[in-house]
């Protein structure tokens, strides 16, 4: 889930030197915005909405408007990150069992055509290649530092 957020709504974070998923993403046209809050966020999807546009995805998992009507109780609730997460869990967890492959799933959380899913899903699994590797270097960084900070003749 981590990587399709950051695939699907990563933002550069100079401070962290990485890429965060943004909670506040709206994409429509085309275009991704990053909003720099919620009340934003919502008011651009109004805007959007008044002038007609339909296909909107929304939050950190870019779950869109038009093909998940029911997803949310509201906008609003749309940009809380834990109902986003959690109704892209479902989602995908649906998509695993359909499928039977959550290979296949990942590709099918962006698009059931396959060659749209499957350019989808690489991009994903880059996304999350990286992350075991950063992870496993911050590790070997820990382990390195805990080794050195040991007295002499300690175990």
């Given at each position: 889930?981590?990587?399709?957020?950051?695939?699907?709504?990563?933002?550069?974070?100079?401070?962290?030197?990485?890429?965060?998923?943004?909670?506040?993403?709206?994409?429509?046209?085309?275009?991704?915005?990053?909003?720099?809050?919620?009340?934003?966020?919502?008011?651009?999807?109004?805007?959007?909405?008044?002038?007609?546009?339909?296909?909107?995805?929304?939050?950190?998992?870019?779950?869109?408007?038009?093909?998940?009507?029911?997803?949310?109780?509201?906008?609003?609730?749309?940009?809380?990150?834990e109902?986003?997460?959690?109704?892209?869990?479902?989602?995908?967890?649906?998509?695993?069992?359909?499928?039977?492959?959550?290979?296949?799933?990942?590709?099918?959380?962006?698009?059931?055509e396959?060659?749209?899913?499957?350019?989808?899903?690489?991009?994903?699994?880059?996304?999350?290649?990286?992350?075991?590797?950063?992870?496993?270097r911050?590790?070997?960084?820990?382990?390195?530092a805990?080794?050195?900070?040991?007295?002499?003749?300690?175990?």
């Amino acid at each position: 889930l981590t990587a399709i957020a950051e695939t699907e709504s990563g933002r550069w974070h100079a401070g962290r030197s990485e890429t965060l998923a943004w909670p506040w993403t709206v994409m429509a046209e085309g275009e991704g915005r990053f909003l720099p809050s919620k009340a934003a966020a919502v008011a651009e999807v109004r805007r959007l909405q008044a002038r007609g546009v339909r296909n909107i995805d929304v939050g950190c998992m870019q779950v869109n408007l038009s093909h998940h009507p029911d997803a949310f109780a509201s906008l609003e609730t749309a940009f809380d990150p834990e109902v986003n997460v959690a109704y892209a869990a479902d989602f995908l967890l649906a998509l695993r069992e359909e499928a039977h492959s959550w290979t296949r799933a990942i590709g099918q959380y962006h698009s059931r055509e396959a060659i749209r899913g499957n350019g989808y899903r690489a991009k994903v699994f880059k996304v999350w290649r990286e992350a075991r590797h950063r992870a496993n270097r911050e590790r070997l960084a820990d382990l390195e530092a805990a080794r050195a900070a040991r007295k002499p003749g300690e175990s």
